[in-house]
């Protein structure tokens, strides 16, 4: 395990091990703006040894969204609270990016934050998304069919507006969500971007979206600015054929790694994020660090998607990749780092019921900061 206890530069910074904590919805986030309670679970979590922190993903405009306590990043009382957050991240000697978030046809026109919004539900084009499920809504509607947004340039502002605000809410950095099928993906992919204009058909034109928040995001945070992506779709309705797959993503790592990125996080095929539809699995299966590994010459490469400590340690090792990125055994091991640094097995059992909160959801503590420590 020790290739994983190394220290690694990214961006500005210097991360004490190669063990990431991958963004992560937890849906505690009153009215969207941060808690005390959050405060406890990152804190938590940076006591347990994460190397770097990626916070859930932050909204960058009032969005209709399946979480309707997703926090968001767009007023100077989210800042407030993000700071509070970040401040204790720091003071327990932890570091932290912001996970920069907008949802696209994910969101729901009957959903309350969609509503304040006073916007119709974005995306690159007018396809819907299938599947979905709203469950904080009369009927548990799916996704509906968005607007194509008029001048995608507006999210170009919205996402910098962002950042600026995680800058003064003292992040160490911003991550672009790019994966997952929401509005970078949608804008990607052929199957969800049929526009006519200079953000759609080619690869080049359904890549700008991305590349323009990225140098937005760069202008405001230098170095110390990532992306995640998911070239292998599947979740939220992704996915084109593997040529136009390999394409696409191909010419968009190129031109991203060019920018000077800190990391980029690809998420490799899993089970777990593929969906079946008229029995037809949506994910285009293929080895995503093979196929654009060789891409990225700059950026410091991340790998995300069902890792355990000893795979990783055999992918940093080999140098195959940087660092990884676990999601779910961060959520059940706030200690995770120390467990895998001292032998101990990542053996708690997840509270899927409190995964996020949900209507029955009273003390909203429960699966989030109660999960035990191991014994030292």
Avoid: C
């Amino acid at each position: 395990m020790s290739a994983l206890f190394k220290s690694l530069e990214i961006g500005d910074i210097t991360i004490k091990n190669r063990i990431t904590m991958s963004a992560l919805t937890r849906n505690r986030a009153e009215d969207t703006y941060p808690t005390e309670l959050m405060k406890e679970y990152y804190v938590q979590r940076v006591n347990g040894g994460a190397g770097l922190i990626v916070s859930e993903g932050i909204l960058i405009t009032r969005q209709g969204t399946e979480w309707p306590n997703a926090p968001g990043l767009w007023d100077e009382k989210h800042v407030e609270g993000w700071k509070n957050i970040t401040d204790a991240v720091h003071d327990a000697g932890g570091k932290i990016y912001a996970q920069l978030w907008h949802v696209g046809r994910a969101s729901h026109p009957d959903a309350p934050q969609q509503k304040l919004s006073g916007e119709p539900v974005w995306a690159p084009s007018a396809i819907s998304a299938r599947g979905g499920k709203f469950r904080t809504l009369p009927g548990a509607p799916g996704y509906v069919t968005p607007t194509a947004i008029d001048d995608p340039w507006k999210l170009v502002a919205q996402f910098k507006h962002a950042a600026v605000n995680a800058k003064k809410a003292g992040f160490d950095g911003v991550e672009l969500h790019g994966a997952n099928g929401y509005i970078i993906a949608q804008f990607l992919d052929n199957t969800a971007n049929h526009r006519t204009d200079q953000w759609g058909g080619s690869k080049e034109n359904r890549s700008r979206l991305g590349l323009e928040v990225l140098k937005a995001l760069v202008e405001v945070f230098g170095k110390n600015v990532a992306i995640k992506l998911s070239p292998a779709g599947g979740y939220n309705d992704m996915g084109m054929p593997l040529e136009e797959t390999l394409d696409t993503f191909k010419y968009f790592i190129t031109e991203a790694d060019k920018l000077g990125l800190a990391y980029i996080t690809l998420v490799r095929y899993t089970v777990a994020f593929d969906v079946v539809y008229d029995g037809v699995p949506r994910a285009t299966q293929h080895d995503v660090l093979a196929s654009y590994r060789p891409f990225i010459h700059n950026a410091k490469v991340v790998l995300n998607a069902g890792i355990l400590p000893e795979e990783g340690a055999e992918l940093v090792a080999s140098g195959q990749v940087d660092a990884i990125s676990i999601g779910f055994n961060w959520i059940t091991h706030p200690d995770l780092t120390k467990r895998v640094e001292h032998g101990k097995p990542l053996n708690n059992i997840p509270d899927i019921p409190h995964l996020q909160t949900n209507k029955n959801s009273g003390d909203w503590s429960t699966g989030y900061t109660d999960y035990p420590t191991a014994v030292y």
